[in-house]
């Protein structure tokens, strides 16, 4: 990345000639389209799949190493940048209650693993018409899940016992159940309970809690009020306490992804 990305805009620089499409899948994810993202220093809680409509390379930054690639892998909780300035940016981002979020654990350190795009060719046309916004939310929805099973062929994978498969269900059904009733189901201690957790999901729980926060407030926002309501419904301090917390996050504010001038939200 060039030196003086802190003087870039992260997002919606060229909001003007292409919004930003949002397709909101609920607790399993999302998929974001954009023409220019610039951002140094964010930690997402999901995994991510980085492609671009057109074939042309991002930059992504993790841990002092650049990556440069049309498809690429994140593992997550990396802490990485990404400079996609005019490159068709379509990103997958699958929520931990996910089948296949457990297979990005295997990305290797730092957290970034560029694909084969080739890989991908089948869906050129339906990323173009993601990107462009054309898509219904239920192709979309399909288009997310057969490209998170292409890029889930390319990762290595870690087999489980039937706690992990188990521990995945309990999770797809009910996201917010608790670590006491994980415990009872799973058979393990309160303790016990809480570092298989993070060895399985890949997330420590606090971090998972957190993760719900930012859902529960992705929910509400769909919904309208304003942040201070979606803050104190979804369990933050304050706005401000929401809005660090998703800059941290995303590398945008909650307002801007509520700003129909820029983002077209499709849910």
Known sequence: MRASIDELPAFGALSGVMKDNHYWFGSSGFLFTSPWVVTRDTVRHAAVILLTAGREPVE???????????????APLTRRGLCAMNAGLV???????????RAFHGVPAPGVLTMDRAQFALFDADLVRAYEGRLTLADARELFEDLVTVAVR???????????????????????????????ELGLSYTGASHYFSRVVGLPLRSYQLWLKHLSAAELRLRGGTLTEIAHASGFVDSSHLCRSWQASYGLSPSYARDASRVRIHA
């Open 91 to 101: 990103s997958l981002h699958i929520f931990p209650p996910h089948p296949c979020f």
């Open 60 to 74: 992504v930054q993790a841990a002092g190493q650049a990556f440069s690639a049309c498809a690429a892998a994140v």
């Open 154 to 184: 390319q990762l290595p994978w870690q087999a489980q016992d039937w706690r992990g498969d188990r521990l995945h269900d309990l999770l797809r059904d009910h996201p917010a159940c608790s670590l006491p009733h994980l415990a009872r």
